[in-house]
């Protein structure tokens, strides 16, 4: 492994050779395309303004996948290209994280084909592959990675697609047998399975999202029956609505984030316990809370009974 590793190491120096201001500009924006902010404005930006039914799909997959990213990148605990034994002068960004597999590369290709495939056009699934390309290329280029680490990426990407497309209606169809308490209940076991290996804080991200979501998504079903489509209203007034739906929502969480974060005690033994519990609540307010202010305040409509 050392010998490949070393490899990757002088193909990182030789891009970095190129390397110039304007280019590393540009480097940092399109790697930074794949982020947590990011998943915090686009998630709940399809689930609320485009389709609701899309937006928890992309969701949990996101989620799942982030959380199979960090685990491995515990358990594996491999080297970054400017960790101590390498060369620390490639380094343009500092992470700690081990690098192996690279979640730039894992998360966009999740997201990006999974969105291409509600297109359903070749175009949509080249510009996919270009861009997951380009931020596998920037991994390299700002020396947070070595080239087996971004192909472990895509690989890891590729089988989590893979299990997101064959199972899919298939646990949607148990699902829906099961009832409201069915997803309910699955949702909390498979968080809970999710923060079982607890190496670090930041899986705790993921599990507790996913709990709040999926819980959040039920309780909407159940009680609210939010539909992301803005019924009966074209044109400019329904691009306006679906603005101040977007911006209501992004304001409640970034609110109840600052909030439940400034009541965390800093030294508690339930740190982890009460970061969890934050991200659930932000996850409820996603899937839930958030939409049934919508319904109130008529900004989306409910689902028509069938």
Known sequence: MEPILLWGLDLIRLVQSFANPPLTFVMHIITNLVSTP????????IYWCIDEKKGIRLSTAVLISVWINIALKF??????PFFEGYDPSVGMIDVRLGGLPSGHAQISLVMLFITASWIKRKWAYCAAALLCLAIGF???????HFPTDILGGWLLGAAVLCGYFLLRSRIETLLSQGGIRAGMIAS????????LYLPGEEILMPGGTLLGAGAGYCLNLRYAGF???PGGREGAAKY???????LLGITGL??????VGKLIPQDSGNRSLYGFARFAIAGLWIYAGAPIIFIKLHLADKQKEE
């Open 38 to 45: 990011v998943y915090m404005i686009t998630l709940p930006l």
């Open 75 to 80: 358990l594996l605990n491999q080297p970054r």
């Open 138 to 144: 920037t991994r390299i280029y700002l020396g947070v």
């Open 188 to 195: 909390a076991a498979l968080s809970f399975l999710m923060i």
């Open 227 to 229: 539909t992301s489509t």
């Open 240 to 246: 306006l609505i679906l603005l101040v739906r977007f």
């Open 254 to 259: 970034v609110l109840i984030l600052t909030a």
